[in-house]
Nanobody, 121 residues
Framework: QVQLVESGGGLVQPGGSLTLSCTASGIALEYYSVGWFRQAPGKEREGVSCLRYQDGTSHYADFVQGRFTTSRDNAKNAVTLTLNNLKPEDTGVYYC??????????????WGQGTQVTVSS
């Protein structure tokens, strides 16, 4: 009944940009914290960002270095992640997840299926 669906991934050149969307059904996403995670081949899943329900603030992993922005689009029951100045090491499958709190991956209630981001010249 509850579904999260990511979209917007694709192939982009180094230095380029993409905007990913996480669209929900079965829950109102505006009442949840929403995290973004990514997983590169052969590596563990790592946190990218989290948009907190409680205070509306956005938080980012150190490797983001000011390049990414997450925000809500409540009219579409969605959260976006805009990726700017992309690097080859940003390549991976990007997932969104929803929970009452920003948390570790094992603690999130709902997950999407992921969308592939490939950064290559």
């Amino acid at each position: 009944q509850v579904q999260l669906v990511e979209s917007g991934g694709g192939l982009v050149q180094p230095g380029g940009s993409l905007t990913l969307s996480c669209t929900a059904s079965g829950i109102a996403l505006e009442y949840y914290s929403v995290g973004w995670f990514r997983q590169a081949p052969g590596k563990e899943r790592e946190g990218v960002s989290c948009l907190r329900y409680q205070d509306g603030t956005s938080h980012y992993a150190d490797f983001v270095q000011g390049r990414f922005t997450t925000s809500r689009d409540n009219a579409k029951n969605a959260v976006t992640l805009t990726l700017n100045n992309l690097k080859p090491e940003d390549t991976g499958v990007y997932y969104c997840a929803a929970d009452p709190f920003c948390a570790y991956p094992s603690e999130y209630d709902y997950w999407g299926q992921g969308t592939q981001v490939t950064v290559s010249s």
